[in-house]
C-alpha cells in the first residue's frame, strides 16, 4: 500500500469513529429526556393507604444493621438489659463476651417487634378512624384492624419474618456460648492435677522422707545410753 492509501484508509477510520461517537451523545441525550419525563409521571402513591405505606419506608426498625438503641429507646434500661445478661453468663474471655452482647442485642430486638406491631395498629386506629362510620359500633375496631392489616400487610410480614431471623439467631449464638463455655470448663478441670496440688506426685514423693526426718520423735532418733544399760558394780 502507498502512503497515499493509508492515509485514506486512516481518515476513513476516524470518520467512522466520529461518527459513532455523535450517535451515542444523540442517543444518551434522547434516553436522558425520556428518563425525565418518566419521573414527572411517577409522582409516587396518591392514596392515603398508598401514602402510608410509603411513609413507614424510611423508618428504621433497629431490627437489622449495627444499630441497636433508637432514639426512643432508654439508654439506662439498655444498660441494665445488658448488665443483667452478664451476669447470667458470666462470660471469660473476648469471644464469650461478643456472644453475649450479641445475644442481649438479638433480645432487645425481639422485645420491640410486638411493640412496633402495636404501633402499626394504633397508627390504623387513627388513621381510619372514620372508614366504617356507617358500620355498627362494637364491629367497627374489628373492622379497622382488619383494614389496617391489609393495608400494612407488607410490613406486617417484614416484622415476622426479622422475629424468625432473630429467634433463629439466638437459639445459634446461646448454643455456640455454651460450647465455648463447656470447652473451657473441660480444659481448666484438665490442668488440675490428680492429687489436687499444683505439685506433681513425683514432686511430693521425693519431699515425703525429708519431711518424715523432720517430724521423727527425738527419742527414736537419739543412740542408746551405754552407761545407763550397763549394771551396777
Known sequence: MTARSIRRA?????????KKRLQAETLSEARLLANQANAQLSTGPRTPEGQAKSSLNAVKTGLTGRTV?????NTA?????VAAFNDEYQPVGLQECELVQSIADTFWRLRRI?????AIFAKGRIEFAELFNEQDLAARP???????????????RNLQLQEARL???REKEIAELRRLQN?????????IPPNGFVFSTPEINHAAPTQNR?????????APDSDFLSPVS
Open 10 to 18: 486512516m481518515e476513513r477510520k476516524a470518520k467512522k469513529r466520529e
Open 69 to 73: 438503641l433508637l432514639p426512643s429507646d
Open 77 to 81: 434500661e439498655y444498660d441494665r438489659h
Open 114 to 118: 410486638p411493640i412496633l406491631e402495636t
Open 142 to 156: 374489628r373492622l379497622i384492624d382488619a383494614h389496617t392489616f391489609i393495608t400494612y400487610e407488607k410490613q406486617i
Open 167 to 169: 429467634a433463629r439467631r
Open 183 to 191: 470447652e473451657r470448663i473441660q480444659k481448666q478441670q484438665q490442668e
Open 214 to 222: 523432720y517430724h521423727e520423735p527425738a527419742a527414736l532418733t537419739a
